[in-house]
Antibody
Framework: EVQLVESGGDLLQPGRSLTLSCTGS????????VSWFRQAPGKGLEWVGF??????????AYAASVEGRFTISRDDSTSVAYLQMNALRTEDTAVYYC???????????????WGQGTLVTVSS | DIQMTQSPSSLSASVGDRVTITCRAS??????LAWFQQKPGKAPKSLIY???SLNSGVPSKFSGSGSGTDFTLTISRLQPEDFATYYC?????????FGQGTKVEIK
């Protein structure tokens, strides 16, 4: 079974840092891109960023709201993608999801599956 | 940024009904559109990518169409497990953006 599992969510104060992990299983992790999304309490979905597979240079892209504060990386040897979050703000409070993304010829296709999510709460 | 607008924001329907949700992009996105289903307290589930391609395991009662700026998600013969919130998402350009969601409720 193809599965993604997020971990690392926590309650922390504004300005602190946190790293989330996304562990994939049931497929060749390195063949796929990984995207991170988030959902604030009672709100809709928001894209955070992604990292391409090494086939496409493991390049990254980020939403403007997190650019410069968040960094996505991957370790294909352990099938884990990371979301490093610095200078956290109260508005970063959300459930964070990772998602497997298939890319063909630099074109993204399916966004499946999603992990179960991990809650990050930023509060003083 | 490309704005995605879904309509309606919510709808009430009965089991067995045919339901159509529309999604409009503020600029052309070719067919770089995905649809997701989310139930309360659960992670989103991918239904459709490329505007009309069903993800593996998604029942054929779900269908998507459209290209350019106007897209639809249709659920034929609504079943109890289909009551959820549905989101469209464009991935033509960064930032990837979502519609505000359409909540499908039981009439």
């Amino acid at each position: 079974e193809v599965q993604l599992v997020e971990s690392g969510g926590d309650l922390l104060q504004p300005g602190r840092s946190l790293t989330l992990s996304c562990t994939g299983s049931g497929y060749t992790f390195g063949d796929y891109a990984v995207s991170w999304f988030r959902q604030a309490p009672g709100k809709g979905l928001e894209w955070v960023g992604f990292i391409r597979s090494n086939t496409y240079g493991a390049t990254t892209a980020y939403a403007a709201s997190v650019e410069g504060r968040f960094t996505i990386s991957r370790d294909d040897s352990t099938s884990v993608a990371y979301l490093q979050m610095n200078a956290l703000r109260t508005e970063d409070t959300a459930v964070y999801y990772c998602c497997r993304v298939w890319e063909v010829n630099w074109i993204f296709t399916s966004f499946d599956p999603w992990g179960q999510g991990t809650l990050v709460t930023v509060s003083s | 940024d490309i704005q995605m607008t879904q309509s309606p924001s919510s709808l009430s329907a009965s089991v067995g009904d045919r339901v159509t949700i529309t999604c409009r992009a503020s600029q052309a996105i070719n067919n770089y559109l995905a649809w997701f289903q989310q139930k309360p307290g659960k992670a989103p589930k991918s239904l459709i990518y490329g505007a009309s391609s069903l993800n593996s395991g998604v029942p054929s009662k779900f269908s998507g169409s459209g290209s350019g700026t106007d897209f639809t998600l249709t659920i034929s013969r609504l079943q109890p497990e289909d009551f959820a919130t549905y989101y469209c998402q464009q991935y033509k350009t960064y930032p990837w953006t979502f519609g505000q969601g359409t909540k499908v409720e039981i009439k």
